[in-house]
C-alpha cells in the first residue's frame, strides 16, 4: 500500500519535519510516512542512529512464549509496577500506557531472551541512506531556531545555514545534553559536579540543542538532576557498568554501604550520595595475581590513581578516609569470608575473597559516566510539548530521550526505548490537523 493510500482518511497530507534521527525520530517518521504525511528528518551528525547505536538493542516486554515455556510468570501489571515502583511513582500513568508486547516486534521470529528481549544482528546495514525510499533525511544539518506562525503554531525550522523550512508539525527527538557541559551545569548538576572526570559514551552532537530549541518555543524542563551514572575508577575511560563482583567498596568513615553486585542502575546513585560522591575500592594482593589481569593495575611504577601501602591503616592514612573504620571493615570482612557467609550485604559466598595479603590497593570510584539525561520537555499523552501553563504548543512534539517525564530519577534497566514505543503515538497525532 503506497503512502498516499495510507493517509489518514478526509485530511490532506500533512508535512512532517522531524529534529534527530536517533532510535526515537526515525521510529516517528517512519510512521508518519505510513501513516500518509510527507516527512523530512535533519540529523546534526554525520550517520543515521544517535545515541540508539550505541545501546545493547535490548527490547523489555512480557508475557511472551518463550517465559512460558520457561515457566515464567512474568505479567504486563508486575511490569508496570516495577517500572513506577523504581521512579518513585513520579511519573504520569497515562504516559505509560504502552502495549506490551508491541506488535509486529516477533513476526520474523527475532526474539533470544525472556523478559529483555534482543533481535538476532545488529543494525551495521543502517547506513547513512537507510528510509531514504520513504523519507528524506538531511545530515549535517544543524537547526538554529523553530518557526513560528501567526496564530502561535510551530511551523518549521531555521537552520543555522538561515534556511527555513516548512512544516504543519515538528517533532523534536534530537537526544539528550551529555556532551554539553553547561547544559549538565543547568540540568544535571549530580553530573557536572565531577568536573573533568566525567565523560559521555553518547554521540559528541547530544548537546541539548532540541532542549534549547523547545524552551524557546515556550515548552518547560521537567526531571532536572536525574539520568543514569555509571561508577569509574578515576584512572580509566572504559565503559565498564559491571565492576568485579569481588571488589569492596567503602566510603570516607571506612565502612561498606552497598552490596557491591548491585546493578548500574542503582549503584552509581548510592556511590554519588557518599560523603563526596565518591567511594574507593579497596583489595590485595592476592585479589590482584589471581582475580585480574588488567595491565593498569600491575603496573611497576603505580600512579596516585591506585593507591598502595603496606598496612590497612596505611592506606587509609593515604588515601584520607578513617583508618579505624577500615581496619574494623575488614576485620568483619575477613570472618564473613571464612565463614563463607556475608553477614552485611549478602553476597554469594563465591564473590567473597580475603583482603589479607599485603601489600594493599585502593582505587578511587566515581558516578562519572553519564550514559543517559532524563530532564527533557514536558509532553502530553499524545507527545504534544507542553507551555508552562500545562496547555499545547500547536504543531510540537517531543519524543526519545529529549522527552521528559518518562523515566524517574532511577534508569530501569536494559530496554528503556520509550521514544520508539511512542512512535506510534506521536505519528498519528502529527497527521491529523491541530
Not at 506488535?103 to 551495521?124: C, N, Q, V
Not at 545555514?161 to 544535571?188: H, N, P, Q, T
Not at 499524545?382 to 526519545?400: C, D
Request: proline share 5%.
Amino acid at each position: 500500500m503506497s503512502a498516499t493510500e495510507q493517509t489518514i482518511e478526509g485530511h490532506e497530507q500533512r508535512r512532517v519535519l522531524v529534529i534527530g534521527a536517533g532510535g526515537a525520530g526515525l521510529a516517528a517518521a517512519l510512521e508518519a510516512s505510513r501513516a500518509g504525511a510527507s516527512v523530512t528528518i535533519l540529523e546534526a551528525a554525520k550517520q543515521v542512529g544517535g545515541a540508539t547505536v550505541r545501546a545493547g538493542g535490548v527490547i523489555y516486554t512480557v508475557e511472551m512464549h518463550m517465559q512460558n515455556e520457561a515457566g515464567v510468570t512474568d505479567t504486563v501489571d508486575e511490569l508496570y509496577a516495577y517500572y513506577m515502583t523504581i521512579s518513585h511513582y513520579r511519573l504520569e500513568p497515562q504516559k505509560m500506557g504502552v502495549e506490551f508486547p508491541p506488535k509486529g516486534l516477533y513476526i520474523a521470529g527475532l526474539e533470544t531472551r525472556p523478559r529483555g528481549h534482543k533481535a538476532s544482528g545488529d543494525t551495521a546495514g543502517l547506513g547513512p541512506a537507510g528510509g531514504a525510499a520513504i523519507v528524506a533525511a538531511l545530515l549535517r544539518a544543524e537547526c538554529s531556531v523553530l518557526l513560528r506562525a501567526k496564530n502561535g503554531a510551530t511551523s518549521g525550522i531555521e537552520t543555522e545555514d538561515g534556511e527555513e523550512i516548512k512544516a504543519d508539525a515538528v517533532v523534536l527527538a534530537a537526544d539528550g545534553f551529555g556532551a554539553s557541559s553547561d547544559m549538565l551545569a543547568r540540568f544535571y548538576s549530580n553530573a557536572s559536579v565531577h568536573g573533568d572526570w566525567h565523560w559521555y559514551i553518547g554521540p559528541s552532537e547530544n548537546r541539548g540543542d532540541g532542549l534549547e530549541m523547545g524552551l524557546a518555543a515556550g515548552g518547560m524542563v521537567v526531571n532536572e538532576n536525574a539520568g543514569v551514572l555509571m561508577e569509574t575508577p578515576n584512572c580509566s575511560s572504559v565503559v565498564d557498568a559491571f565492576t568485579p563482583p569481588w571488589l569492596v567498596f567503602v566510603n570516607n568513615c571506612g565502612h561498606r554501604f552497598v552490596n557491591e553486585m548491585a546493578s548500574y542502575c542503582v549503584l552509581g546513585n548510592v556511590i554519588g550520595a557518599q560523603p563526596n560522591g565518591r567511594c574507593w575500592a579497596i583489595f590485595d594482593e592476592y585479589a590482584l595475581t589471581v582475580a585480574t589481569e588488567d595491565p593498569v593495575f600491575t603496573d611497576p611504577s603505580p600512579t596516585a590513581k591506585i593507591v598502595k601501602a603496606d598496612t590497612l591503616k596505611g592506606l587509609a592514612t593515604a588515601i584520607t578516609i578513617a583508618p579505624d573504620g577500615l581496619v574494623a571493615t575488614f576485620e568483619s570482612w575477613n570472618e564473613d569470608v571464612k565463614k563463607g557467609y556475608d553477614s552485611t550485604f549478602e553476597k554469594p559466598p563465591t564473590m567473597l575473597l580475603p583482603v589479607s595479603k599485603t601489600p594493599f590497593y585502593a582505587v578511587e570510584l566515581g558516578p562519572a559516566i553519564i550514559g543517559m539525561t532524563f530532564a527533557g520537555l514536558r509532553i502530553d499523552d499524545k507527545a504534544r510539548v507542553l507551555n508552562s501553563a500545562g496547555r499545547p504548543i500547536a504543531g510540537l512534539y517531543a519524543a526519545g530521550e529529549l522527552a521528559g517525564g518518562l523515566i524517574g530519577w532511577i534508569y530501569s534497566g536494559g530496554g528503556v526505548s520509550i521514544g520508539m514505543q511512542l512512535h506510534s503515538v506521536v505519528s498519528r497525532a502529527m497527521v491529523l490537523p491541530v
